[in-house]
């Protein structure tokens, strides 16, 4: 006796991809790994936008998606955060730019088929009542590395995107 038996819905694959589309990151690992029908859309999905921060984590993802000849043709956009959440005033602390961040950078050229990509940095470098702060949380040395390891990488592309915004 079965209690319990999820067949495919008789919907075209490409409303499914649609569907799937809406669903948000949990609900997107979960999918991949429940349903194998649904396992390719939500793959794609998942997979669609890199996000790279200046942090270990977000190397180490980008490592493993480029170990994955898979993974490594996804993604289609790249949000370059410079911070993962914006500047704390309380928080005393500088942005430096890695050598690892910047071969983060220099490493998103290996995923062929980027077409959009978004630099994004700390909104913060005046306080609310219009005063800068100071130190800013990130320098305009640390912007300038930032930026022409943005545009390196956008330049040395063997296929230009054809959207980007910072």
Known sequence: MRIWQVSRPELPLELL????????????????????????????????????????????????????????????????????????????????????????IQSLGHFPNVRSATLRFNKNCFAADGIALWPCPETSEYREQVLKSFFSWLAALKIPIEEASI
């Open 17 to 104: 991809a649609h569907i799937v589309s809406f669903a948000d990151k949990p609900s997107l690992k979960s999918l991949r790994q429940t349903f194998h029908f649904l396992s390719t859309p939500a793959t794609k999905q998942l997979f669609s936008t890199i996000r790279l921060f200046p942090d270990e984590r977000s190397y180490e993802r980008i490592k493993n998606m480029l170990d994955s000849p898979e993974l490594r043709a996804l993604p289609k956009r790249v949000h370059l955060n410079t911070v993962e959440e914006d500047y704390d005033p309380n928080e005393e602390t500088e942005q430096d730019f890695t050598p690892d961040f910047k071969g983060a």
